[in-house]
């Protein structure tokens, strides 16, 4: 079965310090990863994606994931956290093989501590 | 490009009316996906077409709930008759068959009183 797990839902860090979201997902074939951002009463926004090709996929607003195979993890980074870095983030798994359904985790909130 | 764009915003309404949500996806893209997200069960697929055909409706909770293309710029989400539990914000997304991310757009927020 496919899934997306995303360990945790609530994170608090300090502006200035690093992020780190965590996502781990389980598909029996090579998906294609994203990672959404959604800020309050806004829609989903497209950070990244991984599509088979770098595994070290940066995205906008100065965040980037790391694509582990052995890990089976997608994990979300950015070196300093901004105030406006806070928001709901979503982990995202796209099946292949024709079966076009996505899977969304449960979400991530990123609070930033001033 | 407007992106996705959804209308109304904001839709409040009684139980047992009727109401319709709108979806206009980008120009050119081949899938267009509803979905549904409550604080309860986060976000949800109710239902997705491809070339105007609707593929999986698997994820519309019942009966109540109906989704139409007539046509690649437009596609509607309608409940008959609305409950309370109907509430929560309503996003339509769309993509190109050759994968990538999606587009959603910025949702509308349905309370049913």
């Known amino acids: 079965a496919q899934s997306v797990t995303q360990l945790d839902s609530h994170v608090s860090v300090s502006e200035g310090t690093p992020v780190l979201l965590r996502c781990n997902y389980s598909?029996?074939?090579?998906?294609?990863l994203f990672w959404y951002v959604q800020h309050p009463n806004k829609g989903l926004q497209l950070l990244l994606k991984?599509?088979?090709?770098?595994?070290l996929v940066k995205g906008i607003n100065g965040f980037e994931a790391e694509f582990k195979k052995s890990e089976t993890s997608f994990h979300l980074t950015k070196p300093s956290a901004h105030m406006s870095d806070a928001a709901e983030y979503f982990c995202?798994?796209?099946?292949?093989?024709?079966?076009?359904?996505?899977?969304f985790g449960k979400g991530t909130r990123l609070h930033i501590l001033p | 490009d407007a992106g996705v764009i959804q209308s109304p915003r904001h839709e409040v309404t009684e139980m047992g009316q009727e109401v319709t949500l709108r979806c206009k996806p980008i120009?050119?893209?081949?899938?267009l996906f509803w979905y549904r997200q409550t604080m309860m069960r986060g976000l949800e697929l109710l239902i997705y077409f491809n070339n105007n055909v609707p593929i999986d409706d698997s994820g519309m909770p019942e009966d109540r709930f109906s989704a139409k293309m007539p046509n690649a710029s437009f596609s509607t989400l309608k409940i008959q008759p609305s409950e309370p539990r109907d509430s929560a914000v309503y996003f339509c997304?769309?993509?190109?068959?050759?994968?990538?991310?999606?587009?959603f757009g910025s949702g509308t927020r349905l309370t049913v009183v």
């Open positions: 995202v798994v796209r099946l292949p093989m024709g079966d076009d359904k996505i899977i």
């Open positions: 120009s050119g893209h081949d899938y």
């Open positions: 997304a769309s993509s190109l068959l050759a994968g990538g991310g999606y587009t």
């Open positions: 991984y599509t088979s090709a770098a595994t």
């Open positions: 598909s029996s074939y090579s998906p294609s």
